[in-house]
T-cell receptor, first 114, second 113 residues
């Protein structure tokens, strides 16, 4: 089983649509979770962290289900500028400041059409 | 407001040549990382460092070497370049802490011909 697995996509949606991305992870010892965004031929950038209670940032809502080892990202009222690849990212490492490594999913490409 | 700076941005190498990809950060981050990203694939960790003088292998270290003599710099060395090393290379840094994000450089696009 792959360590971090995402919807393969691509997703093509009209402006204003709501779109959801799903992600599963295999390591139950995973500590923290993120969604990154990567524009074409650019570096990944942090979109939002994902907390156990779920969290929202404007039009973006992230959910975490540790029992099912599942993470989601919901984008409401999608904009043309949301077109990008969305990367599910999981971190595990030892507590006490030891090495923290990230594992990236392959990403899901979203295209928002006018 | 430089953040993580990588040089060069593009490079073409011949098979068997060597080169060093430079990475420097000005955020005083302890942790630094090198990734490669092949088309349609996720990022794969090559090497990482938790502080000056400390480095460790990631998932795909073969064919690469790193050093960390200062907090700011984390160069990646390719010895005897092979076509399989054609990729986009990203350097990243972060502060310690489970929810500290990684900050990425712009990337180096490397082709081995």
């Amino acid at each position: 089983r792959k360590e971090v697995e995402q919807d393969p996509g691509p997703f093509n949606v009209p402006e204003g649509a709501t779109v959801a991305f799903n992600c599963t992870y295999s390591n139950s010892a995973s500590q923290s979770f993120f969604w990154y965004r990567q524009d074409c031929r650019k570096e990944p950038k942090l979109l939002m962290s994902v907390y156990s209670s779920g969290n929202e940032d404007g039009r973006f809502t992230a959910q975490l289900n540790r029992a099912s080892q599942y993470i989601s990202l919901l984008i409401r009222d999608s904009k043309l500028s949301d077109s990008a690849t969305y990367l599910c990212v999981v971190r595990w490492g030892n507590s006490g400041g030891s090495n923290y490594k990230l594992t990236f999913g392959k990403g899901t490409l979203l295209t928002v059409n006018p | 407001n430089a953040g993580v700076t990588q040089t060069p941005k593009f490079r073409i190498l011949k098979i068997g040549q060597s080169m060093t990809l430079q990475c420097t950060q000005d955020m005083n981050h302890n942790y630094m990382y090198w990734y490669r990203q092949d088309p349609g694939m996720g990022l794969k960790l090559i090497y990482y460092s938790v502080g000056a003088g400390i480095t460790d292998k990631g998932e795909v270290p073969n064919g690469y070497n790193v050093s960390r003599s200062t907090t700011e710099d984390f160069p990646l060395r390719l010895e005897l370049a092979a076509p399989s090393q054609t990729s986009v290379y990203f350097c990243a840094s972060s502060a310690p802490g489970a929810y500290q994000p990684q900050h990425f450089g712009d990337g180096t696009r490397l082709s081995i011909l």
